[in-house]
């Protein structure tokens, strides 16, 4: 059985940094692009960054660029997220989800087979 276990939200307070964390179990993450989504409430969910099994990043949106990166280590089958710099703006429940090649890059959401259980980040200002 596949999961992913998300972990390292919470609140912070503008200009603050966090880790997300995900964790997956059941499938050999070497083999699987990850990307991170989040959706803020009343919005439709929007990519962040994805990482592919090749560790090559690609970056859904250019406003995100510096501030967010993404890792993997394959030996703690765990993807992390380092967000700097946050906003109110980035207030959100973020995901992250795992597709296996071949896909459009940067994937599309609906090309990603699991998902995590989603971990809210709050930015207070």
């Known amino acids: 059985q596949v999961q992913l276990v998300q972990s390292g939200g919470g609140l912070v307070q503008a200009g603050g940094s966090l880790r997300l964390s995900c964790a997956a179990s059941g499938l050999r993450l070497s083999l699987y692009a990850i990307g991170w989504f989040r959706q803020a409430p009343g919005k439709e969910r929007e990519g962040v960054v994805c990482?592919?099994?090749?560790?090559?990043?690609?970056h859904y949106s250019d406003s995100l660029k510096g501030r967010f990166t993404i890792s993997r280590d394959n030996a703690k089958s765990t993807v992390y997220l380092q967000m700097n710099s946050l906003t109110s703006e980035d207030t959100a429940v973020y995901y992250c989800?795992?597709?296996?090649?071949?896909?459009?890059?940067?994937?599309?959401?609906?090309?990603?087979?699991?998902w995590g259980q989603g971990t809210q980040v709050t930015v207070s200002s």
């Open positions: 990482i592919s099994e090749l560790n090559t990043t690609s």
């Open positions: 989800a795992a597709t296996e090649p071949p896909y459009s890059n940067p994937p599309l959401p609906k090309e990603f087979d699991y």
